[in-house]
C-alpha cells in the first residue's frame, strides 16, 4: 500500500505529464514550432491545373406508374431498354451506358384517407459522352419516349485522375515556397519536409450551356465547354536551421 504522501506525489507528477502533454499538442497547431527538439514551420500549399473538358455527362430518369410493383417494373424495365437501343443507335459503346439505380414505392391519394392508388417505378441511365454534338444527337433520339425526365449535364475530363495529381504536385511546390520565404524572414535556413497531409482535391465543374433555339430540320444543339480548374491542397511540416 502506498502511503498518502507518496500515492499525492504520484498523482502530481502523472498531473504535471499531463500538462506538457496538452501543452506540446497544443503547439503543433500552430505554424511555426518544434517536432522532436527541431525547430519546424507548418505551411499549407495550393495548386491548380485547368484543363478544357473533353466529355459530356448526364442522366436521364424513365418513369412508370401502374397498379402492381410488378406492373410497374416491366413498364419502366421496356422504357429502359428502348432507351439503352436508342442510345446504341447513335454509335455510343455500352461502358458508356449505367443503368443501375432502380426505385419502386407506393403512391397514395390522402384526399382519400391515405389510399393506395398505385406503384411508381423509376430508373436512371448514366451517360458518358467524348463527343459534344452525339449529345445534341443523344437528346432527340430519347425525347420520343413517354415518361423521360433529362436531368443536368456537365462537363469533365478523361484526364482527371491524372491532372489530380498533377495539382498536388503543384500544391507541394507553392508549400516549399512559402515555408522558404518565413524561413528567411525569420532568419533561419528551410530544412527537409519531415510531414505532409494531403488537404483533398477538387473541380470545378462547369455546367452544359446549351442553346435551346434548335432548328427544326436538323435538331442541333451547341455546347459550349468553358474552362475546368482542378485544385489540390496539401499541408506541409518543414525543419528551420
Same mark, same amino acid.
Given at each position: 500500500?502506498?502511503?498518502?504522501?507518496?500515492?499525492? &506525489?504520484?498523482?502530481?507528477?502523472?498531473?504535471?505529464?499531463?500538462?506538457?502533454?496538452?501543452?506540446?499538442? *497544443?503547439?503543433?497547431?500552430?505554424?511555426?514550432? %518544434? @517536432?522532436?527538439?527541431?525547430?519546424? #514551420?507548418?505551411?499549407?500549399?495550393?495548386?491548380? @491545373?485547368? =484543363?478544357?473538358?473533353?466529355?459530356?455527362?448526364?442522366? #436521364?430518369?424513365?418513369?412508370?406508374?401502374?397498379?402492381?410493383? *410488378?406492373? $410497374?417494373?416491366?413498364? =419502366?424495365?421496356?422504357?429502359?431498354?428502348? /432507351?439503352?437501343?436508342?442510345?446504341?443507335?447513335?454509335?455510343?459503346? !455500352? %461502358?458508356?451506358?449505367?443503368?443501375?439505380?432502380? $426505385?419502386?414505392?407506393?403512391?397514395?391519394?390522402? +384526399?382519400?384517407? %391515405?389510399?393506395?392508388?398505385?406503384?411508381?417505378?423509376?430508373?436512371? @441511365?448514366?451517360?458518358?459522352l467524348d463527343d459534344f454534338q452525339q449529345y445534341a444527337r443523344a437528346?432527340?433520339?430519347?425525347?420520343?419516349?413517354?415518361?423521360?425526365?433529362?436531368?443536368?449535364?456537365?462537363? %469533365?475530363?478523361?484526364?482527371?485522375?491524372?491532372?489530380?495529381?498533377?495539382? &498536388?504536385?503543384? /500544391?507541394? =511546390?507553392?508549400?516549399?515556397? +512559402?515555408?522558404?520565404?518565413? /524561413?528567411? !524572414?525569420?532568419?533561419?535556413?528551410?530544412?527537409?519536409?519531415?510531414?505532409?497531409?494531403?488537404?483533398?482535391?477538387?473541380?470545378?465543374?462547369?455546367? =452544359?450551356q446549351m442553346d435551346m433555339m434548335r432548328s427544326s430540320a436538323q435538331g442541333e444543339a451547341s455546347? !459550349?465547354?468553358?474552362?475546368?480548374?482542378?485544385?489540390?491542397?496539401?499541408?506541409?511540416?518543414?525543419? &528551420?536551421?
Open positions: 500500500m502506498l502511503s498518502k504522501t507518496k500515492l499525492t &506525489l504520484y498523482t502530481c507528477r502523472r498531473y504535471i505529464l499531463f500538462s506538457l502533454m496538452l501543452f506540446s499538442a *497544443g503547439a503543433c497547431a500552430g505554424d511555426a514550432h %518544434q @517536432i522532436d527538439n527541431r525547430a519546424t #514551420v507548418a505551411v499549407q500549399g495550393r495548386g491548380s @491545373i485547368d =484543363v478544357v473538358p473533353d466529355e459530356v455527362a448526364f442522366s #436521364v430518369t424513365l418513369e412508370a406508374r401502374a397498379g402492381t410493383v *410488378g406492373e $410497374s417494373y416491366q413498364l =419502366v424495365e421496356r422504357r429502359t431498354a428502348k /432507351a439503352l437501343a436508342l442510345l446504341r443507335e447513335q454509335g455510343i459503346p !455500352a %461502358q458508356r451506358l449505367q443503368a443501375m439505380q432502380l $426505385s419502386i414505392h407506393p403512391v397514395y391519394d390522402y +384526399k382519400q384517407g %391515405q389510399r393506395l392508388i398505385g406503384h411508381d417505378a423509376r430508373r436512371n @441511365i448514366n451517360i458518358t437528346l432527340d433520339s430519347l425525347a420520343s419516349i413517354e415518361k423521360i425526365r433529362f436531368n443536368q449535364a456537365r462537363l %469533365q475530363s478523361s484526364e482527371y485522375s491524372t491532372l489530380q495529381v498533377h495539382a &498536388l504536385e503543384a /500544391a507541394f =511546390v507553392d508549400a516549399r515556397k +512559402k515555408a522558404d520565404v518565413l /524561413a528567411v !524572414a525569420s532568419g533561419r535556413t528551410l530544412g527537409p519536409v519531415i510531414q505532409i497531409n494531403e488537404q483533398g482535391a477538387s473541380h470545378y465543374q462547369p455546367r =452544359v455546347i !459550349a465547354p468553358g474552362p475546368m480548374e482542378i485544385q489540390g491542397s496539401v499541408t506541409a511540416v518543414f525543419t &528551420l536551421q
